[in-house]
DNA sequence: ACTCTGTCTCAAGACGGC
DNA sequence: TTGAGACAGAGT
DNA sequence: GCCGTCC
């Protein structure tokens, strides 16, 4: 997921792309927000249980999951007394040559899964927490109870056709929304204008976000969107493999002097840089037609492509085709965003009566939603003038903050002299 | 000296009471 | 699972 | 700020 050290070459060479903001400084703002990602993570950290015994996911009378309902609703409880307006985006059918990566997390699970059964067997209380981990997915069921849930919230959500980044990035391009929230750094390489991390409330009083700007990472970089699009290629993306020996460094390096991946390829040593043969679909071809293995065994539920696409599908290099995904990704276009008055009554049904949610504190939170929703809906909540203003003492800033880095890298230096000693 | 790879570790949400 | 950070070790 | 609870 994401591209790989993708941040932090950022940090290094585009430093002026990222801000450190206040969580305030997002008032009045709409921001889309991956939900899959966001329930994911619920399910991983909602559990109860100590460090001693099996943790377990919180859950109703019917023993079904609740851990990702209780994280969506305070979460996003927040969000709007925060006078955040957040949108959530679903994620829709992966691209096709995500499969490999699916099938090899299929298998990952299927292995956990036969090790969680070993270790009830054996009691293995830390094994089995382990495996569990191991197991969870953001499946269909916690999906469409999300969706349930923000529905009633009176929050609008969309399923985009492909990958929810993006249409989050999409959504951002549009104007529709202010910024990308996501820790998936994906949404970069889809172009979203502004990405927003850390968007959660972890350290309570002096929470403050980081926000990636789209333009000042092309200008930092001082590369063309084709060359960003081709250098998170080279970091390692979902969509495909990567030139082993090549990290962030080089690969920035190559595209700088190359230009695009095409001219790399033709220009490095080849017995350095180990190319993946999915890169040259032609080589392989010319060379030897010998083996022949697609993971065959594992489901491929629609094998309706005919002989003639599947030919010139494979010879289609995979970094052209993951550049087509990043450039080209399947959205949805013509998006309504409402933000409505939750619908209480349902909503407390829902959560009290199916999910088995306290009443009181229920009853408690829906109040503050519907306080937060009143004060948003309020015309001029963002005031636009104050944070311009504020722009530009924040030039100076990033100049200090420049400054700063480059004695910090100093310092570094001086300091690995010093351990190395 | 620099870069990349591999291995390890750790935490992962949000709230409230104390 | 992911990501980040720290560190060792190998390749250039 | 830590730690138990939420379901």
Redesign the pocket.
Known sequence: ????????LL?DEAPDCIREVELKSLHGRKIAIDASM?I???L????????NQQA??????EGET??H???MF??T??YM?EGIRPVFVFDGKPPDVKSH?LIK?RE??E??QAALAVASEEGNVEEQD?QS??L?RAGTKENEDCRKLLTLMGVPVVTAPCEAEAQAAALCKAGLVYATGT???DALTFATPILV?K???????KSMVQTMNYNKVIEGLAISHDQFVDLCIML?CDYCD????????????LIREHGNIEKVIETI?R??FVVPESWVPNEKKLDAQSDDDDEEGVESPSKEENNGIVDTEELIPAYVQARKLFNEHEVLNDIELKWKPCQAEDLQKF?VDD????VD??K?NIEKLQAAYKANSKPQTRMDSFFAVKANPNAAKSAAKRKADAAKAKAA?SK??T??H
């Open positions: 997921m994401g591209i790989k050290g993708l941040a932090k940090s966001a994911y993570q619920f991983i950290a909602v559990r109860s249980g100590g460090p377990t996911m919180l859950t109703n009378a609740t851990s309902i209780q994280g305070n979460r409880i927040r007394t990566e997390r990952k699970r292995k956990a382990k981990k191991r969870v820790e998936d750094m991390r968007l959660t409330f972890a350290n309570a009083s390692g990567t030139i082993r020996g090549v990290g962030p460094k080089t690969a920035l390096k040593d017995k350095k959560l999910m088995g949610f306290n504190r229920v408690n230096v690995k002299k351990k190395k």
